[in-house]
Structure formats: structure tokens, C-alpha cells
């Protein structure tokens, strides 16, 4: 349970004389509505201030509006105090309304007609909002829970034996995430609950053992790194946890144009004025990018051994937009020698023209 205070002023210049000038023929109430507030620990909801003015009448409607959450299961009822201040008396201060026990309706918080001049101040209206909401994500109290039973190893029924390190773990939560984990636990007799079943793993560090126990549990990767990924990707492939594999290849997919486009360097013309150059991968500039053969021989290794379709989207359409220098550089030979199949596959696109819509194939999320 988080609970969110919010203070929010409004000041309307001139209401009095524009509720003095309202036109006969004004029919309809005029309503006037403040900027949003909201919080950043909550940003699916938001409020503002709303005053409404008829003709002919002294009162004024005043109120607050809230906007979401659209469920409202896992909130709690709002609290909100909306007052001006006249300055016209020492006793300054002219409460409007506040909250009580009572469910309200979002749209109309605190709905109260008041007296224009009990409010206003030189001709103007001050107005101010506090607003106190206790919120409850459930999803999220879910996933600590689970990190909760994870990393305390709360009634764990197996061990992962991992070099130097023991890491406890929940059978039922193993055979969920991975056809592998519960085929292991069914042919080895390892469903009785009376004794703790033990698996090792000497393939992969400890670290990136925990960060895929860790996803088990919550569903989420809060450490994928450069140092890591190659082990969670070799751990995906071989558990068959497609999810985790999934992340893994967008995360280096998310990776392609930062580690192989280099970056433009200024350069200064012979009048001192900056001149400005193609983008490395444009076909018009004479000078190809820097190329990272290491990792581009790595991510072909993973597209070849682990079959990662999104991994090889991402690096064929990188082919297509670097083609002109690709297909004549030492990485394009290494690729050819050791993977020859997908090297075809890159050759066959290679030769495709994409017009000058370099950029879209460029577009993963960021890490």
C-alpha cells in the first residue's frame, strides 16, 4: 500500500468581471477547466479543477474531477480538501468542501455552489486542492511476493547446484517455466515431496542461473547485460524457456545499430564552418562504418545454433542498410566460411533495394 499526497493552486484572473459580462444570450453554464495534476508514482490517474458559471445567478459550481484509473479495483476512496483564499480578511481561508466516508462520484468530487464574492479576490479567484490517495498494485504486490519466496527460499523443495554456490528453488515453479526442468523431475523420481530434489548445472555462472530463477518467479529481467546474455541465452535454448529466449534476442537486437554504426564525427570546413556528412550507413558516404566482426560472428553463432528468428530479422535487415560495404569487408568472408547457409540467406537479401527507408529497420527498443 503506497500512499500519494498531491497539493495543486489555480488562480483565474478576472472571473468577476468575466461572470459580470456574461451575455444575455448565454444560455448554457460556461466551465472552465484547470491543467491536470497528477503523480508520478501514479501516473493512470490524474485530477483537475473545475468552476462553472451561469448567468444571472451570484454562485459559482466548484469541483474536483479525477481521471482513472479505469478499474478502480485495488483503490481506495480519494481524500481531497478544495479551499480559496479571498485575501480580503485576516481570516482568509474559504473552505469549499472536502472529502468524507461517502463513495463519490469521480466526475463530480466535492460538487459545491458557493458565493462568487465569499471567494474572490480583487476580481480574481485562488484556488487550491490537496489530494491524498492510497493505491495498491496488485500485479506488482504479486511479483514481490514471489521475489520474497525466491530469494528467502521459503518451503523450497529443491536445490540448484551451481559451481561453489547452492540456490534454492520450488519444483512446482521450475516444471512450470520449463518442459525440461519437469521432464527431469518425472523420469528421475524426483516427485517426492518428502525429500529435496538436487540439480546441477555446470554450464553457466551463478549469476545468470539466479537472473533466470529470478524470471521464473516474477516474470521479469531486471540485470540482462552484455556480461550476462550469452549465458541466459545458452540457458533459454537448453530449459526451452521460450519467454526468457524472447527477451534475449530483442535485447541484442536492441543492440545491432549501437555496436556496428559508428558514430559521425564533426568535422570543420576550410572556413571554420561545421560541415555536415552522410550518416555512417547512408550509401552516399564514401567511408563505411566501423564493423564489430567479433559480435557479428557471435549473433550468426546464436541464429545458427539456437535458431533465433528475431536475431537474424534484425541483423538481415542491418545487412540491407550497410549493404554496399558489408558484402566487400573481412566480416562478410568470416561469415561465409563458417556459416554458409546463412551467409546465402544475407547475399540473397543483400542485393534487395530498400529505397531510403534506412532508419525502420533500425527501430528496436532501447536497453
Known sequence: MKTIKLKFDWTIEGLKKLHKNLSNSTYRPIQLTSQSFSSPDLPEVSWELRVELKRGEDNINVWLRQLGPNNSKGYGNTKYKIYSDSYASSDSIVDISESTHRVEDKE?????????????????????????????????????????IFEKGIFSDCVIKVRDEVIKAHRCILAQNSEVFKKMFEENDMLDV????????????????????????TGEIKAISESNVDDLFA?????????????????????????????????????GVPVVGHPPFHPCNPNPPDLDGKNILKYCKFICLYKAEILEKACTNYIRVIKNWFLKSKEWEDVKNKYPELAMKFLEIGYLEIGNNTNKYLNYPKY
Open 108 to 148: 463530480k468530487l466535492g460538487f459545491r455552489s458557493v458565493n462568487l464574492n465569499k471567494l474572490i479576490s480583487n476580481g480574481s479567484l485562488y484556488l487550491y486542492c490537496e489530494v491524498e490517495i492510497n493505491c495498491y498494485d496488485s500485479n506488482d504486490n504479486f511479483k514481490k511476493n514471489y521475489q520474497n
Open 194 to 217: 518428502s525429500q529435496n530434489a538436487e540439480i546441477t548445472i555446470s554450464d553457466a555462472s551463478p549469476e545468470s542461473v539466479r537472473v533466470m530463477l529470478e524470471f521464473f518467479y
Open 235 to 271: 540457458l533459454a535454448h537448453k530449459y526451452k524457456v521460450e519467454p526468457l529466449k524472447y527477451e534475449c534476442e530483442h535485447f541484442l537486437s536492441s543492440k545491432i545499430s549501437g555496436d556496428w554504426i559508428a558514430k559521425p564525427k564533426p568535422k570543420i570546413g576550410p572556413s
